[in-house]
């Protein structure tokens, strides 16, 4: 790995469904890398809610970030699945914390009002939403060695054997017990920034 793209890439960290940009992991994320005196490499945008609206917005973020180095991209949950559809468009790396595998199947029981969790919002999701996930879906991923996937058995929201199956030959962190949340966060950031190509020292 060279220096020059250990030095210059830019992480973009997309949160869950429902979520925001002051969720725990985006938090706990902001706090490391400020302390570690790279917060102007983290890029943690408020994704929209409609699924055409959030990846044409993430294309855009992420075609204006290249253009000052490599990019790379991590997310949780819904964030992972939009975290792969941006690696297989662009050819970065990815890390996936319990991403949601076929969220057109998975997010059809949330059909109607919702509320953000952290905003506070109403929004409704319909079944033009459900199309548009189901149309942004990556069928087969291409270099699996890009990818680095982490999963813990306890999560209450996902099938971790769905991501297992989906991203076989990945590099993978999978961990007895924990949940949704991906408890312990923050004792893999370390390794998170090593695999993006950011050093820390």
Known sequence: MSTTFMNSTRLIYLHGFNSSPDSHKSLVLHAYMA???????????????????????????YEANRQHGDVTVAGSSLGGFYATCLAERFGCRAV????????????????????????????????????????????????????????????????????LEKYQGCPLVLEEDGNHSFAGFENHIEHILQFCGISTV
Do not use: C, F
């Open 96 to 163: 996936l914390i319990n991403p949601a595998v076929r969220p057109h199947l998975l997010l059809a029981k949330y059909l109607g009002e919702n509320i953000n969790y952290y905003t506070s919002e109403h929004w409704m999701l319909d079944e033009s939403h459900i199309a548009q996930l189901r149309e942004l879906d990556v069928d087969v991923i291409t270099e699996p060695e890009r990818y680095l996937v982490m999963l813990q058995k306890g999560d209450e929201s996902l099938d971790y054997r769905q991501a």
């Open 35 to 61: 302390d570690k005196g790279l917060l102007d490499r983290l890029i943690s945008p408020a994704i929209p809610p409609v699924p055409a609206e959030a990846m044409a917005m993430l294309v855009e973020l």
